[in-house]
């Protein structure tokens, strides 16, 4: 029996509990998770700290609405808006309704309509994050899309200085492609484009959905480049499995979003808040965050010991804890078998396994994780080109 709309293509794997990086599956056996629920549980699953936070704020309220004022929310915010070097906040309770809140709030503030976005970037799927999205596969069938986004090649300087001007209200994009394939931004690019958004009066707005949440050994990705974004965006394993999301700007725009341009009944929600919280004080810490990149730099140098003279592995790139191995191969079978292994990992882009651990996994854990992928892209033979 199937009650659920088939908008996603299921694994074989059903999990009954999950527990730091493992998941349980109803056969029994115990899944190595290399995705952290498409990295959303960034320090593993269940943590103590998180439950116990969740906890307590379910004894003392659970929903009051946004007509009160609410401090955990104003706590959060503090974390987000230092973590970033910004100073305000909105709550949202995804990434897509996060991006969809950025591109109102920079339309609203410049008086501008156009965005311009990238070829490979994943925006979300509301209208307007869609829009933004610069992959056909996620706009098939769904008409005309709204005015005005427009799409330029990613890490393309030319076509950005030739399309920005006057009109444009912001520049949205990823440092690090996630769904994309684990694309990253090239600094000259980057540099190229803060610049030209100051020149032009554009807004910087940067996804950090994926890539936030000390994913690659900073609080947010921008920080490893030049960058000074006025808007960044968050979710995914800001509430370690809990539904948020949160626009990041700047002072100045806080004009534009005043009392009734925006808002969201469940935005700011207590216990995703709460989650978010005790998620952040643990992850946007120094010690820790220099665990990640440490942690990081073992898995790509082992990934490119163990796996790197493979011939069907094209290239291993990334950053801290986000990790892509560019194969050639059919991902979907390769995914499936090392699941029947007892691994379990991500796509991305057309070729591209996507290994989003735990902030907190083990050197053995990885150590296993790459004896997995060897096990199986050892079976691989390299298809015709
Ligand atoms: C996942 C993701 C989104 C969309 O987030 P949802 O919570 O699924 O709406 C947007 N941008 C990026 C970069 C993402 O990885």
Known sequence: MNYLFPTYQRWEVEPVSAKGAYITGTDGKEYLDFTSGIGVCNLGHCPSQVEEAVISQMKKFWHVSNLFPQGIQQRAAKLLAEAAGLDLVFFANSGAEANEAALK???????????????????????????????????????????TFIHLPFN?????????????????????????????????????????????????????????????????????FNLQPDIITVAKGIGNGFPIGAVIGKAELGEAFGPGSHGSTFGGNPIAVAAAEATMETIFNDAFLQEVSALGEYLTAQAEKTLGALETVVE???????????????????????????FIALPAGESVIRLLPPLNIKQSEIDQALAFLADSLKKLTRTAI
Do not use: W, Y
């Open 156 to 224: 393309d300087s030319k076509a950005l200085l030739n399309e920005i001007g006057d009109d444009t209200a912001a520049v949205i994009l990823e440092v690090i492609q996630g769904e994309g394939g684990i694309n990253i931004a090239e600094p000259e690019f980057l540099e190229t484009v803060q610049k030209a958004c100051q020149e032009k009066g554009a807004l910087l707005i940067i996804d950090e959905i994926q890539t936030g949440a000390g994913r690659t050994g900073k609080p947010f990705a921008f920080q490893h």
């Open 316 to 342: 291993i790139r990334g950053l801290g804890l986000m990790i892509g191995i560019e194969v050639d191969g059919n991902v979907p079978d390769i995914l499936s078998d090392l699941r029947s292994n007892g």
């Open 105 to 147: 709030l920079a339309r609203k503030a410049t008086g501008r309509p156009k965005i311009i976005s990238f070829t490979k970037s994943f925006h979300g799927r509301t209208f307007g994050s869609m829009a933004a999205t610069g992959q056909d596969k996620i706009k098939k069938g769904f008409g005309q899309m709204l005015e």
